[in-house]
C-alpha cells in the first residue's frame, strides 16, 4: 500500500510540473502595452498647432507610427488634391492610437481615417489577436463620433531590420484585412507586397540604413498603392482645390486644367534611389 501511494504522489507531482512548465513559455511571452501617457507632448504639440492654424472639417486624418510621421512633409503632394491632415507620432502602437483619438482624429470630424499601426505592436511583442482587438476598438471609438467616418488600414509593412517577426505581422494583417471585409466602411490597403522583391524579402533600396525606416522610394510605394483607393472614395467636392479642379473642367480645355494642377501640386519624379531626410 505504501509503495503504491507514494507512486501515485509521484504521478501527481509529475502531472504538475508538466502543467505548469507547459504554461510558462505563454506567461514569459504575454506583453502588455506601454503607458499611452508617453506621447503627451507630442499630443500637446499637435493640439497648440490646431489653435494657430485649425484644420479644416470633413478631411482625411492621417495617423499612425514614424512610418506615417516621417511621410508629413510629402503626404500632403501626394495625396493631392485630397485635404489631408497629418498625425503620426513615431513609437506609437494601435493602443497608443486608440488612446489619443479623442483628440487627434475625432475633433477634426474627418470624412476618413487612414491608420498605420501594428509596426511596433508586433515588435513590442504583442501577439496579431491583441492587435486586431485594439484595431476593432478604435474603429469603434472613431464610429461612435463619426458614423459615416470611412477608415482605411495601412498593411503592416515588411523590414529588413524585423524580418523574424514577418509572420506575425502577416497574421495580424491577415486578420485585419478579414475584418475590413466584412464592414463596407474598412477598407485594407495592401501597401507591403511592392516592398518585397522577386524571392519575396523585402527590397534593399527603399530603406534607411537602420533597415526600418523608408526613404522617398519607400513612400512612392505607398503613395501608389494608396492614393487610386482614396480617389475612388474620397475625391469630394469639399476639398477645395478639387472644387477648383471641377470647375476648370466644365470650362476649359484640358491643357489648361493640367497646367492649373501643376502649379497647385507639382508632380514628383520618382527617383531611382531617394536619399536624405524623407
Known sequence: MTRAVAALQILLLGIIQATCFAQEP???????????????????????GDLE???????????????MRMWHSK???????????????????MNDALHYADR?????????????????DVAQGIAPEIIVGK??????????????????FLAIKPSIRRWKLWPKMMKANDLIAEACAKDKQL?????????LDATGRPRKDIFYKDNLHMIRSGYIIW????????????????????????????CCTPVVVASYEHRLWPKQEVPLKAEGPV
Request: aromatic share 8%; net charge positive; glycine share 6%.
Open 187 to 195: 477598407t485594407f490597403v495592401d501597401v507591403a507586397s511592392g516592398m
Open 135 to 152: 484595431f476593432h476598438a478604435l474603429v469603434g471609438k472613431i464610429h461612435r463620433h463619426l458614423p459615416e467616418a470611412r477608415i482605411y
Open 26 to 48: 505563454a506567461v514569459a511571452t504575454a506583453k502588455a502595452y506601454g503607458d499611452p501617457l508617453r506621447f503627451e507632448k507630442a499630443i500637446e504639440n499637435f493640439e497648440i
Open 104 to 120: 487627434i482624429v475625432i475633433p477634426y470630424k474627418p470624412r476618413a481615417v487612414v491608420i498605420y499601426e501594428g509596426d511596433n
Open 223 to 250: 503613395r501608389d498603392a494608396l492614393k487610386p483607393v482614396l480617389i475612388k472614395a474620397e475625391f469630394h467636392s469639399s476639398d477645395q482645390r478639387c472644387r477648383h479642379i471641377r470647375r476648370l473642367t466644365r
Open 53 to 67: 492654424q485649425p484644420p479644416p472639417q470633413n478631411a482625411i486624418v492621417c495617423i499612425g507610427s514614424s512610418s
Open 75 to 93: 503626404i500632403e503632394d501626394d495625396l493631392a488634391p485630397l485635404t489631408i491632415i497629418a498625425r503620426g507620432f513615431g513609437g506609437s502602437n
